[in-house]
Nanobody, 117 residues
């Protein structure tokens, strides 16, 4: 019914930048919040950033000042601009969105981000 497809992951050196994208398709007539989580090997999945339907943003302390989340509602797409990347940012990044009525949370398949030192 709803698919979230991430793109933009890859390998980058420390200090570099990457931009992740996530496009929602299917029954997406009512998208609420969108966001990004990440999961490093052996660790739990943690919040990175979220953006509400109205554009309010929230960031994990570890990425404040380096990452920027944005969305294009016309394209049902959320972005994560990641600057000044550090090796500890290495993880699988997952897109998520709450959609529909009643709201239901959907997840993408994840995209790998690897930051080399």
């Amino acid at each position: 019914q709803v698919q979230l497809v991430e793109s933009g992951g890859g390998l980058v050196q420390a200090g570099g930048s990457l931009r992740l994208s996530c496009a929602a398709s299917g029954r997406v007539f009512s998208i609420n919040a969108m966001g990004w989580y990440r999961q490093a090997p052996g660790k739990q999945r943690d919040l990175v950033a979220t953006i509400s339907r109205g554009g309010s943003t929230n960031y994990a302390d570890s990425v404040k000042g380096r990452f920027t989340i944005s969305r294009d509602s016309a394209k049902n797409t959320v972005y994560l601009q990641m600057n000044s990347l550090k090796p500890e940012d290495t993880a699988v990044y997952y897109c998520t969105s709450t959609i529909g009525a009643p709201l239901r949370q959907y997840w993408g398949q994840g995209t790998q981000v690897t930051v080399s030192s």
